[in-house]
């Protein structure tokens, strides 16, 4: 909504903060769907739960570009970013829909999914991330978000500067 108001009111500063306002939330919504599909699917439907979760939202970033672009070129800008936040609304209802969901089953069955003392995290734990494949593979992770999240955003201005692409 902070993002949104400051494309109406065409400030940077406040879409700035609206940005960084949406960033707090991203990583731990992705840390809570990862919790919600664990205990939902178990076994060869817990990695296709997993893959379709990642896809939909790889889907929704891919989408969000044109569809942004065609209605601030119909709309403009304001619009398009009110309509990304109305997106986000519906998102929120969704996931309440889904801890309703959620309740209901726990009440049905009786079982509530709890975490072991083991389970849980402890900072006592951070000591054993000491091996070299763990660490290679968590600067992998970072590299390839850094190049590929730039790439996204920059990719339609590069192809029409350097091949004469337009939209």
Same mark, same amino acid.
Request: charged share 15%; glycine share 10%.
């Given at each position: 909504?902070? !993002?949104?108001? %400051? @494309?109406? *009111? ?18 731990? /919504?992705?840390?809570? *769907?990862?919790? #919600?599909?664990?205990?939902?699917? *178990?076994? =060869? ?5 997993? @893959?379709?979760? #990642? ?7 891919? &989408?969000? %570009? ?5 209605? =601030? ?17 519906f998102s929120?209802? /969704?996931?309440?829909l889904l &801890? ?20 849980? !995290? ?11 494949? !763990? ?8 590299? #390839? ?6 790439? #996204?955003? =920059?990719?339609?201005? /590069?192809?029409?500067?350097?091949? @004469?692409?337009?939209?």
């Open positions: 909504m902070v !993002f949104a108001i %400051g @494309g109406y *009111q065409t400030s940077y500063v406040i879409m700035i903060l609206g940005r960084f306002i949406f960033g707090l939330g991203g990583e731990c /919504m992705t840390v809570a *769907q990862s919790a #919600i599909v664990t205990a939902w699917f *178990q076994g =060869n439907e817990l990695s296709f739960a997993f @893959g379709l979760n #990642i896809s939909v939202a790889r889907v929704g970033s891919f &989408i969000n %570009g044109p569809t942004v672009a065609a209605l =601030n070129s119909s709309e403009g800008v304001g619009f398009a970013l009110l309509f990304g936040f109305f997106i986000c609304i929120f209802i /969704m996931a309440l &801890i309703a969901i959620d309740v209901y089953a726990e009440k049905k069955d009786g079982v509530k999914v709890e975490m072991s003392d083991e389970e849980k !995290f402890k900072w006592g734990d951070l000591k054993h991330l000491n091996s070299l494949p !763990f660490w290679l593979v968590s600067a992998s992770c970072v590299i #390839i978000y850094m190049v590929i999240f730039i790439y #996204i955003s =920059n990719a339609s201005e /590069m192809l029409e500067k350097r091949f @004469g692409f337009t939209n």
